[in-house]
């Protein structure tokens, strides 16, 4: 392995071990806050945040064995597959509980935390993004490549999360949580899809 190589090795290290850090802060917070508000899109967005701690898990194990290829190529690949089953399970458990939420009219209550989380996440996420596409295409990584993109749709997780959040909070529509909810899941779906298909692995 070049110096270079093992350089950015070491950046790819420190950045997963900041998005397993981030990820599960966010996650507790993000599931803590939706229980406590009934929140369905603020509780998919704090799993989503756990998927990450795993997304980043397994990029620090695909990582470890670096200087094998074949192993790479092999953890590489199981390593979207893995992320990729848990995307289509949030995306089935979302829309499951926000079409329970409108047939029922289940009104969440307000959450302040909620929306501070939002709006973190908001600035967070592209500045990790953006560190994560560079170690990526320097290693010639699909996986890393495919963490960013998952970061990437956090991002805009965020977005969604937000502008439901501040709906309700703001004219109490209680339907813009549910039905922010459900806008997540074509999002979420879609990455597991890939994850699975293993499509970025060909990008």
């Not at 603020?42 to 192993?71: C, H, K, N, Q, Y």
């Not at 047939?103 to 500045?127: D, N, Q």
Request: hydrophobic residues 50%; positive net charge.
């Amino acid at each position: 392995m070049t110096i270079a190589r093992q350089a950015f090795v070491r950046r790819g290290r420190r950045l997963e071990y900041f998005t397993i850090g981030w990820n599960a802060l966010e996650g507790l917070v993000g599931v803590g806050a939706g229980l406590l508000a009934g929140s369905i899109s603020l509780v998919g967005f704090g799993m989503d945040s756990f998927i990450e701690v795993t997304s980043g898990a397994t990029l620090l194990w695909r990582m470890s064995v670096d200087e094998d290829l074949e192993r790479r190529e092999r953890n590489e690949k199981l390593s979207l597959r893995i992320v990729g089953v848990c995307f289509i399970a949030l995306a089935t458990y979302i829309a499951y509980e926000a079409m329970l939420d409108l047939a029922r009219k289940t009104a969440p209550a307000h959450s302040i935390p909620g929306i501070a989380l939002a709006c973190v996440s908001l600035l967070v996420m592209p500045i990790l993004s953006r560190a994560k596409k560079k170690v990526g295409k320097a290693l010639a990584s699909a996986a890393m490549n495919a963490d960013a993109r998952q970061t990437d749709f956090c991002f805009y997780l965020s977005a969604i999360l937000l502008l439901g959040l501040m709906l309700n909070a703001a004219f109490g529509w209680w339907w813009a949580d549910p039905v922010a909810a459900l806008m997540m899941v074509p999002i979420v779906l879609r990455e597991g899809l890939d994850g699975v298909k293993e499509r970025h692995c060909c990008d």
